[in-house]
């Protein structure tokens, strides 16, 4: 259908901005760190490959692929929001001792380090699964590869 294939370069233009936007914001905070740092970075350059593997080779392998990267994203979407917010717990733990409960958890995402910036990798991997969403190249019967 037209309107699916119109949807599909949508999303997908969508997505290409997201990437590129995470990924310069990722340099310009040079979150590269540790390991754990360089994990989103990883994942935005598979990202890209697999996303640039979906716009000119939409093949059923390549949607399966892709479909694993996105769900890699909002896995690593919510283990940085965990880093995070522990990070900051810990820092405000070292600067105030008695910090318990709401209190702790409000300083904590307010916190140095964005405790819910990672949701962007999350959103960005929600994008990529509704574009691949009962995408064409999955149906048996489709010849086509759009």
């Known amino acids: 259908m037209a309107t699916d294939s119109a949807l599909r370069r949508i999303l997908l233009t969508i997505y290409f901005i997201g990437l590129a936007g995470l990924a310069a914001e990722l340099f310009l905070l040079e979150h590269f760190g540790d390991v754990w740092q360089w994990v989103p970075l990883g994942l935005l350059a598979a990202g890209l490959l697999a996303g640039l593997a979906l716009a000119l080779r939409p093949g059923r392998a390549v949607v ?8 890699a994203f909002v896995a690593a979407g919510a283990v ?3 880093l995070h917010l522990r990070g900051n717990v810990e820092f405000e733990l070292e600067s105030d001792p008695t910090l318990r409960g709401a209190a702790l958890l409000w300083e904590a995402l307010q916190g140095a380090t964005p405790a819910l910036a990672p949701g962007a990798l999350a959103q960005l991997g929600l994008v990529g699964l509704a574009l691949a969403y009962r995408h064409p190249a999955l149906n048996p019967s489709n010849t086509g590869n759009r």
């Open 80 to 82: 940085g929001a965990y």
């Open 64 to 71: 399966l692929a892709f479909r694993a990267v996105m769900a």
